[in-house]
């Protein structure tokens, strides 16, 4: 069984940083990747940037540039560095995994930003970042 805890959100002036983490426990493997997620009321979940086993990243192009998607070297923690943040990145942020999802699957979907909430197994319980103008 695998458990997904969030941590770091906040508020933040529009173009200001923000850093959130995700600690993972229970087991892991290298086969699937690790992703973060957003979802505002009303809206789908979105995928905003994923990462693999070997490092390999992925970003959806709304985010690309300005959020860095990073883990420890146990993996053990997995951080999203977001920085010239919009009001628009306001949404409550989750990380996911699933052992059947790796890099080369998110690439045959068009990438994270095209991928499917539905396709990840294993999700933690989210954490709000608010961006205000």
């Known amino acids: 069984q695998v458990q997904l805890v969030e941590s770091g959100g906040g508020s933040v002036q529009e173009g200001g940083s923000l850093r959130i983490s995700c600690v993972v426990t229970?087991?892991?493997?290298?086969?699937?990747?690790m992703a973060w997620f957003r979802q505002v009321p009303g809206k789908e979940r979105e995928g905003v940037a994923a990462?693999?086993?070997?490092?390999?990243?992925d970003y959806a192009p709304s985010v690309k540039g300005r959020f860095t998607v990073s883990q420890d070297s146990a993996k053990h923690t997995l951080f999203l560095q977001m920085d010239s943040l919009k009001p628009e990145d306001t949404a409550m942020y989750y990380c996911?995994?699933?052992?059947?999802?790796?890099?080369?699957?998110?690439?045959?979907?068009?990438?994270?930003?095209?991928?499917?909430?539905?396709?990840?197994?294993?999700w933690g319980q989210g954490t709000q970042v608010t961006v205000s103008s």
């Open positions: 990462i693999g086993g070997d490092g390999e990243t």
């Open positions: 229970g087991r892991i493997y290298d086969s699937g990747c």
């Open positions: 996911a995994t699933d052992y059947h999802v790796n890099m080369p699957v998110i690439q045959a979907f068009g990438g994270i930003g095209r991928t499917l909430a539905s396709d990840f197994h294993y």
